[in-house]
């Protein structure tokens, strides 16, 4: 077969095929691991804030509690106790009640930061957040608010009477117990943050 070349002509060298394009973000692969990163860290921080709520409510209803059941007068002439006043034996439940629910929320929320994972399925467990903690704080308002009152109408409560020192642990109490209603308060906002982005984007986390 005769040759397509005339005599005298060579080879043209063969060019070599242009490189392929290098893809615009190959300095970038790692950027999903640390968007990953970024979001796990916030979702951490979210996690550790629910927990630190638990956290004070639990610790300032179990003391509103406290002072409470262990308020009585030893005063013969004002012979007062927590007992005797119907509102304070009501504070003392509600902040007892607080108590123990911020208790089982604070194990609940530990288990999650441990595990990444909440304790019941995930819808009953965002649901059940939030309607407890708006029907306990609700409850812990009115005990509180019932507890000022009751403080209030009390007769003695000053300096120089024996039942001074009863006047003022109830007062502790109320301030106690207001402090506890007011992180479960907070808790209950948290809540219904997580609540809202589950209902929006599927996930408790909007990071996700």
Same mark, same amino acid.
């Given at each position: ?129 939030? &309607? ?18 009751? &403080? ?29 209603? &007011?992180?479960?308060?907070?808790? &209950? ?20």
């Amino acid at each position: 077969m005769p040759s397509p070349l005339r005599n005298g002509d060579a080879a043209h060298p063969r060019l070599p095929s242009p490189a392929a394009p290098t893809p615009l973000h190959h300095h970038n692969h790692n950027y999903p691991s640390f968007r990953s990163t970024v979001s796990e860290q916030k979702i951490r921080r979210l996690n550790l804030l629910i927990l630190l709520l638990r956290l004070a409510a639990f610790c300032f209803s179990l003391s509103a509690a406290v002072f409470t059941a262990a308020n009585s007068s030893r005063s013969a002439s004002s012979p007062y106790s927590w007992l005797s006043v119907d509102s304070f034996r009501v504070m003392f439940a509600a902040n007892a009640i607080v108590a123990v629910y911020s208790l089982l929320e604070m194990c609940a929320s530990i288990r999650e930061i441990l595990h990444g994972a909440t304790l019941l399925p995930e819808p009953m467990q965002l649901w059940f957040d939030f &309607a407890h903690d708006q029907l306990f704080a609700y409850l812990a308002l009115s005990a509180g608010v019932a507890g000022m009152t009751a &403080a209030r109408g009390l007769s003695g409560c000053t300096a120089d009477k024996p039942a001074a020192s009863f006047c003022v642990q109830a007062y502790i109490s109320v301030a106690l117990g207001f402090a506890g209603f &007011a992180f479960l308060a907070l808790s &209950a906002l948290v809540s219904g943050f997580r609540v809202a982005s589950f209902v929006l984007t599927g996930s408790r986390f909007p990071l996700q």
